[in-house]
Structures are given as structure tokens and as C-alpha cells.
């Protein structure tokens, strides 16, 4: 399932729509909700890939927003907030060009059966592919009222859902940020490009 329907309304806010997947499309992980979400830190000029063969977890709400970096350039980005949240797999990469060549920096952590885990999870995306699944979702919500800490602008689509679930999980992302998130048998390498897919 792909998510990539991102555009820019009238106010200058991002649009965020929800397609239903056999009802419905979901999108994951951090950035910044034009305010309405405190963020720590400006975004670099990179965007990164995280994968995971499964993702679950419990308080979920997604809408969109906008992100800067620190030479004040503005990106849109799905916003999803997730209260607890276990990962399968995980992979994170990212590919630098530098006078010396093509640098990777290679992250995995999370496999054989003791996955990563994260609490109070937010994502601030550009695409995301996977298969998912919701619990109690609600679709056309308005963003500022979403069943969670994080809350988007008021007269924003949102959604929000008491579990998801998404397999084969491929994302990716301006920024990941959470308040704990332990990354068992982290392993981390250099290469010369490699990516998560």
C-alpha cells in the first residue's frame, strides 16, 4: 500500500487524505504541526529510510504538517504520533555524497523476536508503504481534537485509531523523535550507500 498524497490548502497548511485500504491508507513518524507540536530541533537538508517487518502500536493519530531546516527551508510532512510502539527489524539508512564519495550510515536493531521499542513516537514523513490494520480508527477528524498528547491545527484532517498495525513497513522521513526509545541489538556500520529498500 503506498501514501504519497500530500498538497498544500489555501491556508498553507498540508492536506492530509486517508484512502481506505480495503478501507484504509496510514502513514508513520515526526515532525512538526505548524506549532501546535513543540519541536527540539530543526531538520537537516536529508531525508532518511526506515523499514521494519512489523510495527505495533496502541494511540495513534495522524495528520499533516510543515517542518524546517536550519537554512529555513520548509517541507510538508505526514505527522503520526504514537503513544507506545514496538518495532520488528528495524533498518534505518541514510546516504550522504561527500568529497571523499557516496557515505552510508547502516542502523539495525530489533530482530530475532526482541524488537525495538519507543514511547510517545512522532514521525514526520514523505511516503510510507506497508499493509496496516486499525483498531477503533476514525477518519475526518479534526485534527486538533485527536486522541492524543500531540494535536494538529483546528479545521485540519486527522485521523486517530486505539491500535495499528503495519507490516513490511517502508518509510521515508524528515525526523523521528520520542521521550525513550530502546534499540535492542543495535548495530551501526559505514558503507558506501547501502540503504533499508
Not at 514496538?86 to 552510508?104: F, H, M
Not at 508503504?129 to 492524543?148: E, K, L, M, W
Request: glycine share 14%.
Amino acid at each position: 500500500m503506498k501514501f504519497r498524497n500530500l498538497t498544500r490548502s489555501r491556508g498553507g497548511r498540508v492536506a492530509l487524505a486517508a484512502v481506505p485500504v480495503a478501507v484504509v491508507a496510514s502513514v508513520l513518524m515526526g515532525g512538526v504541526a505548524q506549532g501546535a507540536v513543540p519541536v527540539s530541533f530543526a531538520v537537516s537538508g536529508s531525508q532518511f529510510q526506515i523499514s521494519a517487518s512489523r510495527l505495533d502500536g496502541t494511540g495513534f493519530s495522524q495528520y499533516g504538517g510543515v517542518t524546517q531546516d536550519t537554512a529555513g527551508g520548509e517541507h510538508s510532512v505526514a505527522i503520526a504520533n504514537i503513544k507506545s510502539a514496538t518495532l520488528a527489524d528495524l533498518c534505518q539508512s541514510i546516504v550522504t555524497e561527500t568529497p571523499l564519495g557516496t557515505v552510508g550510515v547502516l542502523i539495525k536493531a530489533g530482530g530475532g523476536g526482541n524488537p525495538a521499542t519507543a514511547s510517545d513516537l512522532q514521525l514526520g514523513m514523505t511516503g510510507l508503504r506497508g499493509d496496516s490494520s486499525f483498531g477503533n480508527i476514525r477518519i475526518g477528524v479534526d485534527a486538533s481534537t485527536v486522541n492524543t498528547d500531540a494535536k494538529g491545527d483546528a479545521g485540519d484532517f486527522a485521523q486517530d485509531a486505539d491500535t495499528v498495525t503495519i507490516t513490511n513497513l517502508q518509510q521515508t522521513a524528515w525526523s523521528t523523535q520520542a521521550s525513550v526509545f530502546n534499540l535492542t541489538g543495535m548495530t551501526l556500520e559505514l558503507t558506501d550507500g547501502e540503504t533499508c529498500f
